[in-house]
């Protein structure tokens, strides 16, 4: 990636995340108990709507849970939230979730996602790295309803499997292809 590039792409991360903070008082800071209550929260509901999200549950590694990412855009846009790594039924550590964009936009949304690690490889990944975008590293499958059909137990082949519920708002074409995971403190 050129020097020039680079800056562009921090300049777009700084965009997202102040137009994401900006975007009402659910993108701020929460508390770890917050985060983990949200985050059981959010899996119980995915779970009760997709059951093939509560199938994989049972084979992964680990579960990285964003229970409410806020995005917003106006030619540039971007999404912030935070949530928790479960390993079992151990909170293992709290990450962001941000991501930019720019082109034709315009309006505000909230979702929620949910990443099952399904390897030692996507789960060493997460803690050696200093963020994980998606699209690089391990392998995510963004499941949607022509996948869940398909998806059983001895059909796993990829390392993480994504799944994004709750969408309400304006935007259109949803994606957290190009998402930076880091870890955070709490």
Known sequence: MTHTRRNFHKILLATAASLALGVGGA??????????????QALQSLYKSNPTAETLSKKARA??????????????????????L???????????SVSASW?????????????FLMSDKAVRYLDKSKGWEIGVGPSVVV??????????????KEDAYAFIFDQQGLMASLSIEGTKISRIKR
């Open 143 to 156: 499941v949607n309803e022509g996948v869940a059909k398909n998806l059983t137990t001895s059909t796993l």
């Open 86 to 96: 479960k390993k079992g039924s151990t909170y293992a550590g709290y990450y962001n």
């Open 27 to 40: 993108a701020q800071a929460a508390t770890a108990e917050d985060l983990n209550r949200d985050a059981d």
């Open 63 to 84: 579960v990285l849970v964003f229970p409410k990412i806020i995005k917003a855009g106006l030619v540039f846009g971007g999404s912030y939230g935070e949530g928790v």
């Open 103 to 115: 082109g034709w936009q315009a309006g505000a949304e909230s979702y929620g996602y949910v990443v």
